[in-house]
């Protein structure tokens, strides 16, 4: 597309400008003639049922599954998008012993459900693991009990590290939740083994910084992890 100055001469249109990607501008627009401009109105649809039915749409496969489990426990029905996610949770609740946990403290039910369908319980039961730990560690005595030639370390890596990372389960949850849509799989697979970790070392500083880093910056934290060969226990001992 091309964004800049429409001339018209004559029978002729020319349009100058700089190429630009399909996307959005945000700017100021300058109307030089009201009388050839026509503006549709449009109403935006922001009810529940429309913004479910719109994340669904972006998830195919979610949305498969959706009609499946759906289909299974209520044959014959037609139902709502919203109803066929109250279904999903009552299904995955009546599970799962952790999933009410992590639904109550989420900030985007819809992306919990979404990783689930794609990564199973374990999906719930790492982000039960990696929450319960907030409000339990302090990031900032890590910080500042760490050896100095450990956190220089750390900073040649570029590690990004949040103080107040760990303020509550929910922030944890929304945190672990776009780490994995940011990271996909390989961010996914780090989270579990930072839990496992985390159970099995609970006091370990530098287990609670990768648990920090990972959750501040989970793409810099996974790049830094590749460079240092993959191995998370070599990468944070």
């Given at each position: 597309?091309?964004?800049?100055?429409?001339?018209?001469?004559?029978?002729?249109?020319?349009?100058?400008?700089?190429?630009?990607?399909?996307?959005i501008i945000i700017g100021k627009a300058h109307l030089v003639d009201r009388s050839k401009v026509k503006v549709p109105l449009r109403k935006?649809?922001?009810?529940?049922?429309?913004?479910?039915?719109?994340?669904?749409?972006?998830?195919?496969?979610?949305?498969?599954?959706?009609?499946?489990?759906?289909?299974?426990?209520?044959?014959?029905?037609?139902?709502?998008?919203?109803?066929?996610?109250?279904?999903?949770?009552?299904?995955?609740?009546?599970?799962?012993?952790?999933?009410?946990?992590?639904?109550?403290?989420?900030?985007?039910?819809?992306?919990?459900?979404?990783?689930?369908?794609?990564?199973?319980?374990?999906?719930?039961?790492?982000?039960?693991?990696?929450?319960?730990?907030?409000?339990?560690?302090?990031?900032?005595?890590?910080?500042?009990?760490?050896?100095?030639?450990?956190?220089?370390?750390?900073?040649?890596?570029?590690?990004?590290?949040?103080?107040?990372?760990?303020?509550?389960?929910?922030?944890?949850?929304?945190?672990?939740t776009k780490a994995i849509k940011y990271t996909g799989r390989a961010g996914y697979k780090v989270g579990k083994e930072l839990a496992l970790?985390?159970?099995?070392?609970?006091?370990?500083?530098?287990?609670?910084?990768?648990?920090?880093?990972?959750?501040?910056?989970?793409?810099?934290?996974?790049?830094?992890?590749?460079?240092?060969?993959?191995?998370?226990?070599?990468?944070?001992?």
């Amino acid at each position: 597309g091309f964004w800049g100055v429409i001339i018209v001469s004559s029978k002729r249109i020319e349009l100058k400008g700089i190429p630009v990607s399909p996307g959005i501008i945000i700017g100021k627009a300058h109307l030089v003639d009201r009388s050839k401009v026509k503006v549709p109105l449009r109403k935006i649809d922001d009810t529940p049922e429309y913004t479910i039915k719109r994340s669904l749409k972006r998830n195919s496969t979610f949305s498969r599954k959706l009609d499946d489990i759906s289909k299974k426990l209520k044959p014959g029905k037609i139902l709502t998008a919203k109803e066929k996610l109250k279904i999903y949770a009552k299904d995955l609740v009546s599970r799962n012993k952790n999933a009410l946990d992590v639904l109550n403290n989420s900030r985007n039910v819809l992306d919990v459900f979404y990783l689930h369908s794609k990564y199973g319980d374990e999906f719930i039961n790492t982000a039960k693991s990696l929450s319960d730990v907030a409000g339990k560690i302090k990031i900032k005595e890590a910080i500042e009990s760490i050896p100095p030639k450990s956190l220089e370390k750390l900073k040649k890596l570029g590690a990004k590290i949040d103080p107040n990372i760990a303020i509550s389960k929910e922030e944890v949850i929304d945190r672990f939740t776009k780490a994995i849509k940011y990271t996909g799989r390989a961010g996914y697979k780090v989270g579990k083994e930072l839990a496992l970790l985390i159970k099995k070392y609970p006091k370990s500083t530098a287990v609670l910084l990768a648990y920090a880093w990972y959750l501040s910056d989970p793409v810099g934290f996974l790049e830094a992890l590749r460079k240092a060969g993959g191995s998370l226990s070599d990468f944070i001992s």
